[in-house]
């Protein structure tokens, strides 16, 4: 089983649309989760940090479910710009490296 | 602040010829990373470094070696490069992730482009 698992899609949906992208994790001494974002053919960059309590910046939320052990990417109103893949990453305790999940290809469509 | 630099951006490679990919961080970071990513595929980690005169394997260390002598540097060595070996490079680094509660994330480099023919 992987550590981070999340799935590929890919996901197409249209502009103005809301999607959620779920993420699983396996190792319960996941301390810190992360979603980035990587456009086509450039360099993964953190999209924004996931807290305890779900948190949100702008049209993006993400929620953390510790009991379940998965985290959640939601964004509202979508824009052609959020075309991407969306990485999620976590941190466990102790390590000396993030783990990457494979990643969630999205196309917005106009 | 430039972050993460990777020199060079691309490169073409014959069978059996040799290279270094230099990454460079003005982050003061302890870790860096380099991973390789293929086509329609996620990232995989080939060595690490979690300070100045250390580093250790990754998923995928065959074909590679590094060093980190300085500690804003981190070079990546193909000795005798192969067509598996082409890929897209990217470097890596982070505060110390190991730190008690920590929430550091690491901060990537634009890339490397090496095609080996």
């Known amino acids: 089983r992987k550590e981070v698992e999340q799935d590929p899609g890919p996901f197409n949906v249209p502009e103005g649309a809301t999607v959620a992208f779920n993420c699983t994790y396996s190792?319960?001494?996941?301390?810190?989760f992360f979603w980035y974002r990587q456009d086509c053919r450039k360099e993964p960059k953190l999209l924004m940090s996931?807290?305890?309590s779900g948190n949100e910046d702008g049209r993006f939320t993400a929620q953390l479910n510790r009991a379940s052990q998965y985290i959640s990417l939601l964004i509202r109103d979508s824009k052609l710009s959020d075309s991407a893949t969306y990485l999620c990453?976590?941190?466990?305790?102790?390590?000396?490296?993030?783990?990457f999940g494979q990643g969630t290809r999205l196309t917005i469509n106009p | 602040n430039a972050g993460v630099t990777q020199t060079p951006k691309f490169r073409v490679l014959k069978t059996g010829q040799s290279m270094t990919l230099l990454c460079a961080q003005d982050?003061?970071?302890?870790?860096m990373y380099w991973y390789r990513q293929d086509p329609g595929m996620g990232l995989r980690l080939i060595h690490y470094?979690?300070?100045?005169?250390?580093?250790a394997k990754g998923e995928v260390p065959d074909g590679y070696n590094v060093s980190r002598l300085k500690k804003q540097n981190f070079l990546l060595g193909l000795e005798s490069a192969a067509p598996s070996q082409t890929s897209v490079y990217f470097c890596a680094s982070s505060l110390n992730l190991r730190l008690a509660g920590s929430t550091d994330t690491q901060y990537f480099g634009p890339g490397t482009r090496l095609t080996v023919l």
């Open positions: 990453v976590v941190n466990i305790q102790g390590a000396q490296k993030l783990v």
């Open positions: 470094s979690v300070g100045e005169g250390t580093t």
């Open positions: 190792n319960s001494a996941s301390q810190s």
């Open positions: 996931v807290y305890s």
């Open positions: 982050m003061n970071h302890e870790y």
